[in-house]
């Protein structure tokens, strides 16, 4: 049973930063290619960034350049640093775990951009 446990969301102002995390339960973690998605109200999931086990990043172009993910494989733990943060970012932050034919998702942490 693979469990996400996603952390470090909350309400900062346009232009702030946060750090999300993703703590992964799986064994062999570094095998692992590594999604962060979000999703605000009343819209699709949409992919944020995604970081392959050999550590190739890929961003949607609506952050690019503005956030960066990374992983720690000591810490089975994926991270999410995202600046210049913009009130069109507000959303529920999940991470996404592919092992298989399973996909394993968080629960989700809020993150809120308002002055």
């Known amino acids: 049973q693979v469990q996400l446990v996603e952390s470090g969301g909350g309400l900062v102002q346009p232009g702030g930063s946060l750090r999300l995390s993703c703590a992964a339960s799986?064994?062999?973690?570094?095998?692992?290619?590594m999604g962060w998605y979000r999703q605000a109200p009343g819209k699709q999931r949409d992919l944020v960034a995604i970081i392959s086990s050999g550590g190739t990043t890929n961003y949607a172009d609506s952050v690019k350049g503005r956030f960066t993910i990374s992983r720690d494989n000591a810490k089975n733990t994926v991270y999410l640093q995202m600046n210049s943060l913009k009130p069109e970012d507000t959303a529920v932050y999940y991470c996404k775990l592919v092992r298989g034919a399973i996909t394993y998702w968080g629960k989700g942490t809020l993150v809120t951009v308002s002055s």
């Open positions: 799986v064994t062999i973690f570094s095998i692992y290619a």
